[in-house]
């Protein structure tokens, strides 16, 4: 399982924080379009290091055309040696219409379109053959050689998405190479509704697709009320009452969405039981959490990235957890 560190917000801490992840031994590091631009970042990552993965988790794919985002992922790609990794998420309507100003409809649908057409465009690149792309929502006909970027000798980058619901599992399964989970995610929920999905609808013949996990952890009382307030926000979501309808739990996302639509957001978290904490959060020393993720995740995931909401630290606060996981094979 590789193990994956986070880039903070802030140009000023991506170079930094690149050395860090590759120093202490990470495998990849990814940067968060929350409040700066998603590839941006990389660039800067990218630079700064040797063998390190870095990759956009996730970059907002529908505040973007299809071409635009060809052509960033081709330069990092070439500018990193072949070690960029392209994650696209879709976000939510009222984001897309409302502050990005795009259209929006048939999420799935539309990134299923999306993700064909990159790989349109990066083999008319690569072929030099005609690009002719039409479909629903996307149309790429026109490219001529003064705007096809330099030879790429290390090919496109490796593609995942962000998935929660059914539809977009199996838009992943069917076009994507690797797949983000969402935090709001427990072991169980994994195992038995995650892995059959995407299996279910994987093409004959295709690789394995590659789970990255955004695990929750806490190594001390801080985290846990972090960690504990996150979840309650995400269980206010109705996107996310799968994941508790499956332990039983789905009355308290009725109960949560009730407190956020009066802002009552204090009032949310103590509804969060240790129960429903422990399902979704490893808990405990260095060595305890990483003995916890092992045997949660060890068989199922690809790689995995360490989530304590809020942390300003810097991948160097994990560098102890990363050894004790590496120690458990």
């Known amino acids: 399982m590789l193990i994956d560190g986070r880039l903070r917000d802030g140009l000023e801490h991506v170079a930094e924080d690149a050395r860090i992840c590759e120093e202490i031994g990470y495998d990849g590091a990814w940067n968060s379009e929350n409040k700066a631009d998603g590839f941006l970042p990389i660039t800067l990552a990218a630079e700064h290091t040797q063998r390190l993965q870095v990759g956009s988790s996730v970059a907002i794919a529908f505040s973007r055309s299809p071409m635009t985002v060809a052509y960033q992922a081709i330069?990092?790609?070439?500018?990193?040696?072949?070690r960029f990794v392209l994650g696209l998420g879709s976000q939510i309507r009222p984001h897309?219409?409302?502050?990005?100003?795009?259209?929006?409809?048939?999420?799935?649908?539309?990134?299923k379109d999306f993700v064909a057409?990159?790989?349109?465009?990066?083999?008319?690149?690569?072929?030099?053959?005609?690009?002719?792309?039409?479909?629903?929502?996307?149309e790429h006909t026109l490219m001529t050689?003064?705007?096809?970027?330099?030879e790429n000798p290390y090919g496109p980058p490796t593609v995942y998405l962000a998935a929660v619901g059914p539809?977009?599992?199996?838009?992943?399964?069917?076009?994507?190479?690797?797949?983000?989970?969402?935090?709001?995610?427990?072991?169980?929920?994994?195992?038995?509704?995650?892995?059959?999905?995407?299996?279910?609808?994987?093409?004959?013949?295709?690789?394995?697709?590659?789970?990255?996990?955004?695990?929750?952890?806490?190594?001390d009382e801080p985290d846990v009320?972090?960690?504990?307030?996150?979840?309650?926000?995400?269980?206010?979501?109705?996107?996310?009452?799968?994941?508790?309808?499956?332990?039983?739990?789905?009355?308290?996302?009725?109960?949560?969405?009730?407190?956020?639509?009066r802002g009552r957001w204090d009032e949310m978290v103590p509804l969060v039981t240790d129960e429903v904490l422990h399902a979704m959060c490893s808990v405990g020393t260095e060595q305890e959490?990483?003995?916890?993720?092992?045997?949660?995740?060890?068989?199922?995931?690809?790689?995995?990235?360490?989530?304590?909401?809020?942390?300003?630290?810097?991948?160097?606060?994990?560098?102890?957890?990363?050894?004790?996981?590496?120690?458990?094979?």
Request: include cysteine.
């Open 145 to 150: 050689p003064n705007f096809a970027p330099p």
């Open 117 to 138: 057409a990159l790989r349109a465009i990066w083999a008319a690149w690569e072929t030099g053959e005609r690009l002719h792309h039409r479909s629903e929502f996307y």
């Open 167 to 219: 539809h977009m599992l199996r838009t992943t399964a069917e076009v994507a190479d690797g797949l983000f989970t969402h935090p709001f995610c427990t072991e169980r929920y994994l195992r038995e509704v995650i892995v059959p999905e995407v299996a279910a609808h994987r093409p004959a013949g295709a690789a394995p697709l590659e789970i990255a996990l955004s695990a929750f952890v806490a190594l």
């Open 289 to 329: 959490v990483a003995a916890d993720l092992h045997r949660r995740y060890g068989q199922l995931a690809h790689r995995i990235r360490f989530n304590r909401p809020g942390d300003t630290a810097g991948p160097g606060r994990f560098a102890g957890l990363v050894e004790a996981l590496r120690s458990l094979g």
């Open 75 to 82: 330069d990092l790609a070439r500018y990193s040696h072949g």
């Open 96 to 111: 897309i219409t409302r502050r990005f100003s795009m259209p929006w409809s048939k999420p799935a649908a539309r990134m």
């Open 225 to 261: 009320e972090a960690v504990r307030r996150q979840i309650s926000f995400y269980g206010s979501t109705p996107a996310y009452k799968p994941v508790l309808d499956l332990h039983g739990w789905g009355d308290l996302q009725a109960d949560l969405n009730t407190l956020s639509k």
